[in-house]
């Protein structure tokens, strides 16, 4: 019996990944980003109903810059988490599970998010 040498790889970075491998990834993260970012909202919104001091110090807090930018990326992983989601949902449905038809929507999924993140960048500037 001959001992098969075939090569392995599973170092990921050096793995070339199919688009669709890469719209399913930026998926998880920004379902993890928008679940860290829902609770700090809700900190933030739960502040500013408390006290008028609390509503003054989140609007302090929320004319930052920086704080826009991460404003602007949350609201940009939120905006992909959803187009990724429904993308999702729709290949559950038993459309789009072909590897090119998958690519394909996994391209106007990135395509639409790019549009929604410069909605976003408007509604926060
Ligand atoms: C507060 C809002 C949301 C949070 C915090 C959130 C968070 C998450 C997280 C952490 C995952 C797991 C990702 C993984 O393990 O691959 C996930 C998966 C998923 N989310 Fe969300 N999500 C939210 C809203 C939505 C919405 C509005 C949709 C509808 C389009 C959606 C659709 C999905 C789908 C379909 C999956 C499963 C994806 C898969 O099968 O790999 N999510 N979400």
């Known amino acids: 019996m001959t001992k ?3 090569p392995v790889n599973l170092d990921l970075r050096t793995i070339r990944q199919p688009v669709a491998a890469i719209s399913s990834i930026l998926h998880r993260i920004s379902g993890v980003i928008t679940l860290f ?3 700090i909202l809700l900190w933030l919104l739960s502040e500013s109903l408390a006290s008028e001091q609390g509503f003054n110090a989140v609007v302090d807090i929320m004319d930052g810059f920086f704080v826009g930018l991460i404003l602007w990326g949350v ?43 410069l909605l976003a960048g408007v509604l926060v500037w």
């Open 75 to 117: 609201l940009t992983a939120l905006a992909y988490h959803i187009v990724g989601g429904i993308r999702h949902l729709i290949m559950d449905l038993g459309y789009c599970e072909e590897i090119e038809s998958g690519a394909k929507s996994a391209k106007i999924a990135f395509g639409v998010t790019i549009v929604l993140s």
């Open 37 to 39: 970012a829902l609770a």
């Open 4 to 6: 098969k040498q075939r």
